[in-house]
């Protein structure tokens, strides 16, 4: 009941016209941003921050623009999938697998308009999910100590390597560089400055919105350049859509394949480390060998269609909860939205529920909110949509590049900002031209003061005796899992992930 | 090829990091672990894992030819500028000059470019400073 009580004040929150016109323009720009090749939930959020920023918006309502355009992202990602055979998105990528050969039997619409269904289900049955898990994980997350708290934020680290590169080394030094530059600036616990080689700029640390524009915005502004892919993917194809409605009988053949994988994927989106893409990839592959008895899927089979969408739609929720219940993201987008919580000064994890339940609860009826929303634009609406397939990169990336630039003056109005994210920009581009994640690097810049902090304060409380972090069944449980995480990637995972990252947008858009 | 250079590069970095958290002064009132620990512990796991990407280095990467190379680095010497020029000739005129370089360079012609040049700058300035009020850059023109 104080479950309903606390949803009911959440949409007090969300119902005011400032918050519903917010959810209404980030579904809008999620699905453009989730429908382009080349700009995608992390890309896309990241762009947004500095605007939400800037623009003086609260905490609530910047995480329910941005959270909109992650939920739209997710939508969004599968038109490009279906009718062009290109992922708009990483996580749309087995979209194309059923989707594709379906536009090619003429269902375009029906493809589009399933898929539509198929993410409503995954995204509102995450977002239960949300609600249920997220005060449990809460209360598991008040027992925590500094030293549980450091071990955390390694078992993120190391999980996230296992997944999101194919080789562990580059994920690992990922994730040094990015603590690497969190160490920059002044330290906070003893006020000396730490790698700032005399210039002041630097005795406040990097900016860590900075570093996220560069490495996931301009670089992708340089991939295109690099290519001289400046045309649209859609240029000399006709889009037809065709009927819009699927056939009852055809909602009601993949209705418990929606089901089964919208748990699936909320799953996968909970579990560290994993995120909408892995989500997706899992959900296609269980329902490919639970009733693929035919062997129709890859040649348009509508339950092949429906899987993946409401996979990735719900592990994109899931990616959610230990967001806001532990402060760790373990996707690229949710460390993106870390940064947006971190720069408002509200530190997520299990305080943000007692001390912010607004920002909670507002934040979850507005996705439910969001996703009707969704919902309704990309069914009736998905027409206009197709048309955004049309628009050039050429004509889009001179935006993308400026609007970064524009967000990031807005902040703090200094050239030298600037410039740091043209360098970053051009490390992004370097790293994923070399494999390396970006992620590791967002988070590590995200979470590296708190690390260190945590490692500090547990081994001053215990007077300098660096076994304490060790000490407890709940810091050794955790490590455990953390190498776990780490180790059996490189046993079992090379096949996995060699498969899951075949069908990689070709212009290398970044991990979820 | 690639992958030796960038795991022998990430070792350099590793070991200028280190002597860089060497050098840091302590304070007289330090905690147990002292500002010097944790970058240490970086450095280690960068140099480990630079180490191990030379060792066994992946496949070689699809690098550009020269010419495209080039492009980019073209790219960032006119954003660079454009950073630099950004307080000087004002926002309006600086991003239209940025903008217009980016879409001739992916291949618009003449019209377009000019085209994507203005309405980026102008869209931008309507949309973000006209509308949400956001400051941005005043040139001797005041805009």
């Known amino acids: 009941m104080e479950l309903l009580a606390n949803l009911g004040d959440g949409f007090a929150i969300a119902l005011s016209w400032q918050n519903i016109g917010l959810a209404l323009l980030g579904c809008f720009l999620g699905t453009i941003m989730g429908a382009l090749p080349g700009l995608g939930p992390s890309n896309g959020v990241a762009i947004l921050i500095p605007l939400a920023f800037t623009l003086g918006l609260g905490a609530t309502p910047s995480l329910i623009l941005l959270t909109s355009v992650y939920y739209g992202a997710m939508y969004g990602g599968r038109i490009s999938s279906i009718l062009l055979n290109i992922p708009g998105d990483e996580p749309a990528m087995m979209t194309c697998l059923d989707g594709h050969p379906m536009a090619k039997k003429g269902l375009a619409g029906e493809a589009l308009s399933l898929s539509g269904i198929a993410s409503f289900v995954g995204a509102f049955l995450a977002t239960w999910g949300l609600i249920l898990l997220a005060p449990q994980l809460v209360k598991i997350a008040l027992l925590f100590g500094p030293a549980e708290y450091f071990a955390l934020f390694a078992l993120a680290f190391m999980t996230l390597g296992g997944v999101s590169s194919t080789n562990q080394a580059k994920s690992a030094f990922a994730a040094a560089l990015g603590l690497g530059l969190a160490t920059i600036g002044v330290d906070t616990q003893t006020g000396v400055p730490r790698f700032t080689f005399g210039e002041v700029h630097l005795y406040d640390g990097l900016d860590f919105l900075v570093a996220i524009v560069g490495l996931f915005a301009l670089s992708e502004v340089f991939i295109f350049l690099e290519t001289r892919h400046g045309g649209s993917d859609a240029a000399g194809r006709k889009l037809t859509i065709g009927k819009l409605y699927p056939p009852v009988s055809m909602i009601r053949q993949t209705t418990p394949t929606m089901l089964r994988t919208s748990v699936l994927g909320f799953i996968a989106g909970v579990l560290p480390g994993a995120g909408a893409s892995l989500g997706s990839f899992i959900s296609y592959s269980m329902e490919k060998k639970l009733v693929d008895k035919n062997g129709t899927f890859g040649t348009g089979d509508p339950r092949g269609v429906a899987a993946p969408e409401a996979g990735n739609n719900a592990a994109a929720g899931g990616a959610l909860v230990p967001m806001l219940a532990l402060g760790v993201p373990g996707s690229g987008t949710t460390a993106v939205l870390l940064a947006v919580l971190l720069a408002l000064n509200i530190t997520p994890g299990p305080l943000l529920f007692s001390q912010n339940p607004d920002v909670v609860w507002g934040l979850i009826a507005a996705l439910f909110i969001a996703n009707f929303m969704l919902l309704a634009m990309n069914i009736p609406m998905v027409g206009l949509f197709t048309r955004v397939l049309m628009i050039p990169s050429r004509i889009l990336m001179p935006i993308v590049a400026m609007v970064s630039f524009v967000g990031i003056y807005g902040i703090s109005g200094s050239t030298f900002d600037l410039l740091v994210m043209i360098g970053f920009g051009v490390m992004g581009w370097v790293l994923r031209k070399l494999d390396v994640p970006l992620v590791p690097i967002i988070l590590g810049t995200l979470l590296g003061n708190s690390m260190e902090n945590n490692l500090r304060r547990a081994v001053t409380i215990d007077n300098g005796n660096w076994w304490t972090l060790i000490d407890s069944p709940l810091s050794i449980a955790l490590w455990a899992i953390a190498i776990i995480g780490f180790v059996l990637p490189l046993i079992v995972g090379a096949r996995v992930k060699a498969k899951m990252h075949q069908r990689r947008d070709e212009e290398g858009a970044i991990s979820d | ?143």
């Open chain 2, 1 to 143: 090829m690639s992958d030796r250079i960038f795991g022998v590069f990430g070792m350099i970095l590793a070991v200028g990091y280190f002597f860089a958290a060497l050098a840091i002064e302590e304070s007289f009132l330090s905690d147990a672990v002292g500002p010097k620990a944790f970058p240490l512990i970086i450095a280690a796991i960068l140099a480990l894992s630079g180490a191990v990407i030379a060792l066994r280095p992946d496949p070689e990467p699809h690098w550009p030819a020269l010419g495209r190379l080039a492009e980019v680095a073209a790219a960032v010497v006119v954003l660079i500028l454009y950073a630099e020029m950004l307080p000087v000739a004002g926002f309006v005129i600086a991003t239209a000059f940025a903008a217009a370089y980016l879409a001739w360079r992916l291949g618009s012609g003449p019209l377009e470019t000019v085209a994507v040049g203005a309405g980026t700058s102008i869209g931008i300035y309507v949309t973000f400073h006209l509308t949400l009020g956001l400051s941005l850059a005043k040139g001797p023109l005041g805009f």
